[in-house]
């Protein structure tokens, strides 16, 4: 299994802020690598995928970057819709897998 | 637009079969380019995929669950099926399925609402 781990596991921030949440693959992965955001009680939704491709409809605030292993998604100006848990995903082996999850909260 | 929606048991008695049905409307599940997945998520815990079905009707699953899982598609509903045998504690989640694109890259661009599934007695 390609394991994905996710850094911090939870963050505070203030509206106005940057933020960066980071992703580690456990092997090299190229550019296979997606986010969502997940709000309580509802679906993931799709943010980025092939690592920095917008998917249609995201604000241009939200912007990933990386290859490898190493990835971001960073928010360049915090909203208060944003407040949510970000989760990475890979789609370079079968076995699909998503990093543990990041919890974006209020400071 | 296209739309998924879960529907099934959501009480599920252990060592039972869990299953699940997601009705697919505003476009064809027979059509390339598609793969269609179950994905669950244990309450307060994170997003673990379970396993797709592509249009061709060819399947994969997660091996952690593979003895256990099955996933069907009923062209003639538009729609496709998880069933999950033998259930535990453990089991019990809000399980969603997904619509995923793949072609250069693969990402999952459409969900369902979910539908929490609790087993216990």
């Known amino acids: 299994d390609i394991q994905m781990t996710q850094s911090p596991s939870s963050l505070s921030a203030s509206v106005g802020d940057r933020v960066t949440i980071t992703c580690r693959a456990s092997?090299?992965?190229?550019?296979?690598l997606n986010w969502y955001q997940q709000k309580p009680g509802k679906a993931p939704k799709l943010l980025i995928y092939?690592?920095?491709s917008l998917q249609s409809g995201v604000p241009s605030r939200f912007s990933g970057s990386g290859s490898g292993t190493d990835f971001t998604l960073t928010i360049s100006s915090l909203q208060p819709e944003d407040f949510a848990t970000y989760y990475c995903?890979?789609?370079?082996?079968?076995?699909?897998?998503f990093g543990q999850g990041t919890r974006l909260e209020i400071k | 637009q296209l739309q998924l929606q879960e529907s099934g048991s959501g009480l599920v008695k252990p060592s039972q079969t869990l299953s699940l049905t997601c009705a697919v409307s505003?476009?064809?599940?027979?059509?390339?380019?598609?793969?269609w997945s179950w994905i669950r998520q244990p309450p307060g815990k994170g997003l673990e995929w379970i396993g797709y079905?592509?249009?061709?009707?060819?399947?994969y699953y997660n091996p952690s669950l593979k003895s256990r899982v099955t996933i069907s598609v009923d062209r003639s509903k538009n729609q496709f099926s998880l069933k999950l045998s033998s259930v535990t504690a453990a089991d019990t989640a809000v399980y969603y399925c997904?619509?995923?694109?793949?072609?250069?890259?693969?990402?999952?661009?459409?969900w369902g609402q979910g539908t929490l599934v609790t087993v216990s007695s």
């Open positions: 997904a619509r995923e694109t793949y072609g250069d890259y693969a990402f999952f661009d459409y």
């Open positions: 505003g476009g064809s599940i027979s059509s390339g380019g598609y793969s």
């Open positions: 079905i592509y249009h061709s009707g060819s399947t």
């Open positions: 092997q090299s992965i190229s550019s296979y």
């Open positions: 092939a690592a920095s």
């Open positions: 995903q890979q789609s370079y082996s079968t076995l699909l897998t």
